[in-house]
């Protein structure tokens, strides 16, 4: 590797190395270092060389550094590119050992996870040979010694990891040097001296491992004052009983092993996603007792089954696979996953295998905050999580065989049915799929699958047209189930009136057709969409323009330009024709098919112009609603103007915050799929304004890597129509995504460019909520201090817009800044100001801010009655406003001022109320479970 910053920084050549003398460059090259192949702002460089104060020739400084350095690294590989304002180093992953390093640990403990105990430690021995001593070794400023110091807690975590699972694997007396010295450098690191006491135990040296227990107990309490925690009390019990579970133990006792008793962290339960099974479902026994032989055969010899089953559309692909899954559902108590991968809807694009994958993730509660970068490792993840469990999975309506390969398991015990319109034939070839082609019914089964549905008497009576009926519906199960409710719905109706209007009807369903006529259903559609009354058929057509994957009433009103009232008996007729499907109460779905033929009859009957005005009454609606709802949750955000509506669109009524919540919930996928077709639709301002509404709601649940993905299609579409208002806001929101994920750089450079694009428009109130998100950014990269200069300049921005609210936000930030400097009474003072402004305007959810900086202050101060009143009067408003995130915070500081009050259990309920929001948002729970342990009364 050519570039190493695991010891000292070095630049390795061929022959020799880079010299760099100088200190300012060692810094800069460490900054493009941390972030190769990302642009570091020149900020951030300038930042690297002068701690705090640079000179006003600061940015030059940094343009000649960096001008010498490019001609010096380019012998090495490395290449330092201009770009956005910074600079970026371009150079392979595969030559800086800090990459590498991370890499192979990510492989070491994947391996773990599956239970592989012994490729892990080699992964994780590999990683740490890559060190050569601290990182960088000599290279000074508070900057880069602050990414050293986490560089160095990572190691030595690392390194503890992998001496776990060399214990776990048997080891003992050959690590007992090693231990040692880790417990020498670190002496209050319990989990080290536990490694220790075990590895002495295992060679045979029980005194000394009693010995090393009483040794660290003296440290813990002589220095912090707290006894050991339970995990190594527990140990030291083992040893003195000569437990024999602390004998060596091989590689898959080890992986099954119980870890020891921790504080209670919520639970998700095991994922139970199978569809309800299908109604009157005949025949196939063939196929299921092919299915059943092959998950025998997989079963006995402990490998894991794939089975895709193909054939024509509506052939009952779906209804088999969810069939044979119920049949064997007990088999898989691990958990049954289900997605419908939409590889042949006709008016939207197939499901991103990217977003199957994560579905399937946050089934097994990994939140979408601890998501890696990239499908390749997302699908790695998922892998990892099936290793080892007997888990059914179900992958419906795939478009081909790279559609599902992302999302199949790597290890044996899981059960995967795929279903597609097409031969998987590359999964057949490289996978070792078993192909299972699904013909249409054979006439015997079509004639019972259609007697269960409308009765058999029925059919007895006009044999004759049964036989024909069963014939023109091409044995596919689907068209046999919409005839069956024209039958059930007319049952006055003789059978050979509905055979007859079938074996009149002409034309076919193009690109849904099987190898031969008998396959084609556009008849059978065709049939039961004449019998609807003239507005239930025009509802059915305008359907096909709305991109799913459901909707409610009044969208559907919207969609056809009348009032709710005149849409729902409409919808319910719909439904009772199987037209469309009421999957839960008040949320309609059109079968594939089904939407195919709406859009052939839509293309007919309303043209390009009844179209548009379709299009343009849905965006309108779900904007329209999308705002209301949003002003529901956040009622004192700067405001934006929506488009006028046009005439027949109907706004959804959402009165209260608990109504914005689930309007929100029920909506968002549909939100989605508008953004991502609203270039082709050319409405690009209703996409960066649905965008900016939905991110109050996304942000306060938690979805940012759905956040994220929004305000990226929000500020595409800004950019096609030249927004710079929604340029800015986008870019605000986005970095509020990535800080929210831990992603400062990322987030500071959309920052900068919203203060770019405030400042060309003369918007002094952007500007100086951008500063405040800086403040907010530096603040998370422990720099107090430059996080106060950008809140006062917040204050000052404000302050000339005549923006008081706003003002008084950045007061209660800048009170923040300064308690965290140690000027608990400046921060009161300031707070108190900025509280008495929000009171003034109404604005509960940053009074939920100033409260919870108020507390602090009080805390410090050593005022815990006060500060306690602060947090729960910001408790309230949190609550009130559903920000979970802030509530765990406020929770966790609560908790510490209860503890310095004396209030040992009461402070141990107060961290386990945010301990549980910690869990379920993914944020890092250790810092409130230590708090926890330090409590334990042993």
């Not at 107990?217 to 527990?234: D, K, M, N, Q, W």
């Not at 000569?242 to 133990?249: E, I, K, N, S």
């Amino acid at each position: 590797m050519r570039f190493q910053v695991l010891g000292p920084l070095r630049v390795r050549l061929d022959r020799g190395q880079v010299p760099l003398a100088a200190s300012r460059e060692q810094r800069i090259l460490a900054a493009l270092l941390l972030d190769a192949n990302r642009v570091v702002p020149v900020s951030r460089l300038v930042e690297a060389i002068w701690d705090e104060h640079p000179p006003t020739s600061s940015v030059k400084v940094v343009r000649n550094c960096v001008s010498m350095l490019r001609g010096r690294l380019a012998a090495a590989g490395g290449e330092i590119v201009t770009d956005s304002g910074g600079y970026s180093l371009r150079v392979p992953d595969g030559d800086i050992d800090l990459r590498v390093f991370a890499d192979r640990a990510r492989r070491g403990r994947r391996l773990a996870a599956a239970g592989e105990l012994a490729g892990a430690v080699v992964h994780l021995r590999e990683a740490l040979a890559l060190w050569r001593g601290p990182a960088f070794t000599g290279v000074t400023g508070r900057l880069i010694e602050a990414a050293a110091a986490q560089l160095n807690d990572q190691r030595r975590s690392l390194q503890e990891e992998r001496l776990s699972l060399e214990l776990t694997l048997g080891g003992g007396v050959e690590l007992v040097d090693e231990i040692a010295d880790l417990v020498a450098a670190e002496p209050l690191r319990e989990r080290a001296h536990g490694q220790l006491m075990l590895a002495l135990y295992r060679a045979g040296r029980r005194s000394e491992a009693l010995g090393a227990y009483h040794h660290v107990r003296r440290l813990l309490v002589g220095e912090l004052g707290i006894e050991p925690g339970r995990e190594l009390t527990e140990l030291h019990r083992a040893i003195l009983n000569a437990d024999p579970g602390l004998a060596p133990v091989t590689a898959p006792a080890a992986a099954s092993r119980p870890e020891p008793s921790r504080p209670a962290t919520p639970t998700k339960p095991v994922p139970a996603q199978l569809p309800a099974a299908p109604y009157a479902f005949t025949g196939r026994t063939a196929e299921l007792d092919e299915l059943c032989g092959l998950l025998d055969a997989a079963t006995s010899a402990g490998t894991g089954m794939v089975a895709a089953v193909s054939g024509i559309a509506g052939v009952g692909k779906t209804a088999l696979a969810v069939h044979f899954a119920r049949l064997v559902v007990d088999r898989f108590p691990d958990g049954q996953l289900h997605v419908d991968l939409r590889g042949f809807h006709p008016t939207g694009p197939p499901l991103d295998p990217g977003e199957a994958v994560r579905g399937f993730l946050d089934a097994f509660g990994v939140p979408a905050q601890r998501l890696p970068e990239g499908l390749a490792a997302q699908s790695a993840l998922l892998r990892t999580l099936l290793a080892g469990r007997r888990v059914l999975l179900v992958l419906d309506n795939a478009r081909d065989s790279t559609h599902v390969r992302p999302l199949l398991p790597g290890g044996p015990g899981c059960l995967t049915l795929i279903t597609s319109r097409n031969r998987l034939t590359g999964l057949v070839t490289t996978e070792g799929a078993h192909p299972i082609s699904l013909a249409p019914l054979p006439p015997g089964d079509a004639h019972r699958m259609l007697a269960r549905r409308v009765g058999a008497a029925r059919l007895t009576a006009e044999p004759a047209a049964a036989t024909t009926i069963t014939a023109r519906s091409a044995g596919l199960p689907l068209a046999l189930a919409i005839v069956a409710s024209r039958v059930v719905g007319q049952p006055h109706f003789p059978l050979r009136a509905i055979a007859a209007e079938l074996e009149q009807a002409l034309g076919g369903l193009e690109g849904f057709t099987g190898m031969d006529a008998e396959t084609d259903v556009r008849s059978v559609f065709a049939c039961s969409y004449r019998a609807l009354t003239g507005p239930a058929a025009r509802l059915f057509r305008l359907l096909s323009i709305h991109p799913g994957p459901d909707l409610g009433a009044v969208a559907a009103a919207s969609l056809a330009g009348v009032p709710p009232s005149r849409v729902r008996p409409l919808l319910a007729e719909l439904a009772h024709a199987h037209m469309v499907t009421e999957h839960v109460p008040g949320r309609y779905t059109v079968h594939d098919l089904l939407r195919a033929y709406a859009v052939e009859r839509a293309d007919i009957e309303e043209g390009e112009a009844g179209r548009l005005a379709v299009t343009r009454r849905m965006f309108d609606h779900y904007l329209g609603s999308a705002h209301l709802a949003d002003l529901r949750l956040h009622p004192h955000r700067d405001p934006i103007r929506l488009p006028a509506a046009a005439a027949g669109v109907t706004v959804s009524v959402v009165d209260d915050r608990e109504a914005a919540w689930s309007w929100f919930g029920q909506e968002h996928p549909v939100l989605l799929n508008l953004l991502r077709r609203a270039g082709a639709d050319g409405h690009d301002v209703h996409a960066w304004q649905l965008g900016w509404a939905m991110t109050t709601y996304l942000d306060r649940c938690g979805h940012w890597y759905d956040q994220a993905i929004v305000q990226r299609l929000a500020l595409e579409a800004a950019d096609r129509v030249g927004d710079r208002d929604g340029q800015a806001r986008a870019h605000r929101n986005i970095s509020i995504a990535h800080l929210r994920r831990g992603l400062h750089g990322e987030a500071r450079d959309h920052l900068w460019h919203a203060v770019r694009l405030y400042r060309g428009l003369g918007d002094q109130v952007g500007q100086a909520r951008t500063m405040l998100n800086l403040g907010t950014v530096a603040e998370h990269r422990g720099q107090p201090r430059l996080a106060l200069r950008y809140a006062e300049h917040a204050v000052r921005l404000f302050g000339a817009a005549g923006h008081r609210s706003g003002q008084a936000n950045a007061l209660n930030n800048a009170g923040w800044y300064h308690s965290q400097l140690g000027d608990h009474e400046l921060a009161l003072r300031q707070c108190q100001r900025a509280l008495l402004l929000q009171q003034e305007a109404g604005d509960h959810y940053w009074q939920a801010h100033t409260w919870d900086s108020l507390g602090c202050a009080h805390h410090h101060l050593g005022q815990y009655p006060e500060a306690t009143e602060c947090y729960r009067q910001a408790l309230s408003y949190w609550r009130e406003a559903g920000e979970r995130y802030y509530e765990s915070a406020t929770l966790t500081q609560l908790g510490d001022t209860h503890l310095a009050a004396g209030e040992r259990r009461v402070a141990r309920e107060v961290w386990q109320a945010a301990l549980g929001i910690l869990a379920e948002l993914g944020q890092d729970t250790a810092p409130v479970l230590n708090k926890i342990r330090s409590t334990d009364e042993i």
